[in-house]
């Protein structure tokens, strides 16, 4: 055989094995395929924002929705826009912060349903200012919300998961959960704690036909930043921060990104990336860790330094400025009105 015609043969095998393998993804993946018609899903933090679209995305495919969050205004309000989809709705009010609450709430959602087909760990809090206006407190906060919590209604709903042998768990982190960003230490360090829960969760559980999907969204425009907190020079780091999430160009709507939860969850997939710099950002970091350090030391650089209220936080809502709101940040005001983020 001459040279040219071995390397024809290579790349025939090459290229036979190449589609061999997509075959066999293909297949698997086809067989974890499952409909959200009469299924029963758990959606914590699911009265606004991204909890809220995903319920209404599940609702709308047939499934039975249980919603938790604290305020209980927002809670009747987000129940009465899922009722239009005709299926079972619950609204529960529950602190993810309390151990105790949430596995009243399983039981509860256990006695109504029967059963909680999938969590979504969802909830999530965040306070945006620099190391110096952080204390112990916030990164206490953000590990209970983001870590602790979504362990604890976990292990509340594997019991009956695994004895049914079937079950989907998906664990709402962050692109901060792969490349920690300035002025977001306690939002970083947490999601990271959750990120490593979830993929190890996922190689554990697999045997036992339950499929954890860990999800890494970069910005996303849902309304979120009014209700979330910052510190120091506030009215700057709101702007900065609710700009950001404003960019269509790097964000991505929150109905779009339900829709890809949904998918993901729907076919049992590990892991999913919720926009093209949060791809990008990982791969750079995961080969190239220096320079995403460098390049975010010189964006911590340019953001607002420590001063005005320090250590106390205020709400987004109560940090506006002629930069925001304003014609930058008209997407995530839409995004507000339409995800209940406003009262």
């Known amino acids: 055989m001459t040279n040219k015609n071995r390397n024809y043969a290579a790349l025939a095998t090459a290229a036979g094995a190449a589609g061999l393998a997509l075959g066999i993804q293909a297949a698997v993946r086809f067989s974890r395929r499952i409909s959200f018609r009469g299924k029963n899903v758990l959606i914590t933090g699911g009265s606004r924002g991204l909890g809220l679209v995903l319920a209404r995305q599940f609702a709308d495919e047939g499934a039975n929705v249980a919603i938790c969050a604290r305020d209980e205004e927002e809670l009747r309000r987000a129940q009465d826009d899922l009722r239009q989809y005709g299926v079972d709705v619950l609204a529960v009010q529950c602190d993810l912060l309390s151990r105790e609450q949430i596995e009243g709430m399983i039981d509860g959602l256990n006695r109504h349903f029967g059963s909680i087909d999938i969590l979504v760990n969802n909830a999530g809090t965040i306070s945006v200012g620099p190391l110096e206006v952080m204390t112990i407190a916030d990164y206490e ?155 975010n030391a010189w964006i911590a650089r340019a953001m607002p330094e420590p001063g005005g209220i320090g250590a106390d936080r205020a709400q987004g809502k109560e940090s506006h400025s002629e930069a925001a709101p304003s014609k930058w940040t008209i997407l995530t005001e839409k995004a507000a009105v339409a995800n209940n983020e406003m009262r």
């Open 141 to 295: 906060e953000a590990m209970r919300l983001h870590f602790w919590a979504p362990l604890y209604t976990t292990m509340a709903v594997l019991p009956q998961m695994k004895r049914r042998q079937t079950g989907r768990i998906v664990n709402v982190s962050s692109i901060g959960g792969k490349v920690s960003a300035p002025h977001l230490l306690p939002y970083s360090a947490s999601k990271f704690a959750l990120v490593g829960f979830s993929e190890g969760l996922r190689s554990e559980l697999e045997d036992d036909g339950i499929y954890v999907t860990t999800v890494c969204p970069g910005l996303m425009r849902t309304g979120s930043p009014r209700n979330a907190f910052f510190k120091g020079q506030h009215r700057k780091e709101f702007a900065w921060f609710t700009i950001s999430d404003s960019l269509p160009l790097i964000s991505v709507s929150a109905d779009t990104a339900a829709r890809r939860i949904l998918q993901a969850c729907r076919y049992g997939k590990a892991e999913v990336m919720l926009s093209m710099p949060a791809r990008l950002a990982t791969t750079l970091h995961g080969i190239f860790p220096g320079i995403t350090s460098e390049v």
